[in-house]
Structure formats: C-alpha cells, structure tokens
C-alpha cells in the first residue's frame, strides 16, 4: 500500500510500458521503473534462495537442475510444459498480458469507475490471480519481464549455470521478455481505440460536480440532502462518489 501511495506500485515494465503509451507516465521514467523493477525481481529471488537454501539442498543434494526429476529452477522463473511449443507460449503470454493491461487500464482510468486508492491493490491482485488461475497452465503466466528475467539471471549466477537461458536451445527464455511487451501494446491500443479515445477532453482538473437532481431527491427522502448514512451524493465526471459530511 505504501509503495501504491508513492510510485504507483510499479512491479512491471510492461504495465509500465502501457502506462507511458497512455500518457500517465513520462516516457523518460520508463527506463528507470525497468531496472527498478528487474532488480527487485533479483533481490526477491535472492532472498527466497537464501531462505529455503538447506531445503533446496535436501532437495537436489546440491546438484541444481533445470529440467529433471529433481528440476529446482522453476521455483524461481518460469517454464513450460514439455509439451506445448514455444509459438504456443508466446501467444499465451501476449493474450494473459493483453488481459492485464486492459482490466488495468479500465480500473485506473479516471474517468471511468476509479475505486478508492485503498481497493486498488486488491482489485489489482484480483486480477492477476484470476489470469494465473485461468491461464498458468502451459507457462507459468510470467506476464511481466522483469518477474521473470531477474530471478532467471539470479538463477543462472547461483548454481543452474547457463541451462537457465539455454533451455529448449535459447528457444524460451525471450518468450516471457517479449511476449508480454507485446501483449502491453495490444492491450494499450484496443483500450485506447473502444474506450479512451471516447471520454470527453480532460481539462486535467476533473471538478466534482454536485447533481442538483440527485441532491433534491434526496433532500425529499432524508430532508437535509445527505442520505441515512451521512454522505452527500456527489457526481465526479462519470461515476457518483461519496463524500463524507
């Protein structure tokens, strides 16, 4: 939450990307979100390895594999199935991101149904629960470069040696790198193109504005304009907020 309030939360280029492409990022912060963001996919990779480092011991008596029965590598980046190919998976990772620029563009654009600053992680949340739930099968729903490329370099530097990005012939790990990048623009330019492009000018300022209609029946109902609950009706350019009395 704390993060949310100063940066926004960015946990991922390429919603950052998305961002950008919609103007409520300056490009110039782009590259600097990137790392930010890859090195602390890194540093959350390196403190799970030193948390469950005896575990994983017990687990491969040291020997780090990639692929196998004792295969420990997909505890830290993504995978896929042995059998689904990569043109699969690359489709598969430029529709789940698809997804997730769209329900994030729609959730915190202004003006449209923008919930409270407090709710925004957990309708954030929500959603990337919902696309690993529906489409983590085949690869593991990387669905953002950094998530993936900083836990694969850390991998490739603690033990995995080269198998982290040579898996499958270097034929998979661009695959969670571009895809989602992809998916970013696509999921950018339909929100754009069916939604965005068809609000009204933005002044910048988006003034409350009270609904006269809405205040009169409530003054009939309750006699003072406020409803039983102690708010007043207010209309914030095109979804009703609630502001305490």
Not at 42 to 63: E, M
Not at 212 to 236: C, I, M, P, Q, W
């Amino acid at each position: 939450m704390k993060f949310l309030l100063q940066t926004g939360g960015s946990l991922n280029p390429a919603v950052t990307l998305a961002l950008c492409l919609s103007g409520r990022v300056p490009w110039y912060k782009w590259p600097f979100y990137s790392i930010a963001e890859l090195a602390g996919a890194f540093t959350a990779a390196a403190v799970q390895f030193g948390i469950y480092h005896d575990a994983l011991n017990h687990y491969d008596s040291g020997y780090r594999q990639t692929t196998g029965e004792n295969a420990t590598a997909g505890i830290f980046a993504t995978y896929p199935q042995e059998f689904v190919s990569t043109t699969n998976t690359f489709f598969d990772q430029v529709f789940g991101t698809f997804l997730l620029i769209s329900c994030i563009l729609a959730i915190t654009d202004r003006r449209n149904m923008l919930p409270q600053t407090g709710l925004l992680p957990l309708a954030l949340g929500s959603i990337v629960f919902a696309i690993g739930t529906s489409f983590g099968f085949n690869c593991g729903y990387a669905i953002n470069p950094a998530r993936d490329l900083g836990p694969r370099m850390f991998t490739a530097m603690a033990g995995w040696g080269k198998e982290p990005f040579s898996y499958r012939d270097y034929n998979w790990f661009w695959v969670p790198l571009v895809g989602p990048m992809v998916g970013s623009f696509l999921g950018w330019a339909v929100y754009a193109i069916t939604i965005e492009n068809h609000w009204p000018p933005d002044d910048g300022n988006l003034k409350e504005e009270v609904i006269t209609d809405l205040d009169r029946g409530a003054s009939e109902k309750h006699g003072d304009g406020f409803d039983n609950h102690g708010y007043h009706k207010v209309y914030h350019v095109s979804h009703f907020k609630r502001v305490k009395r």
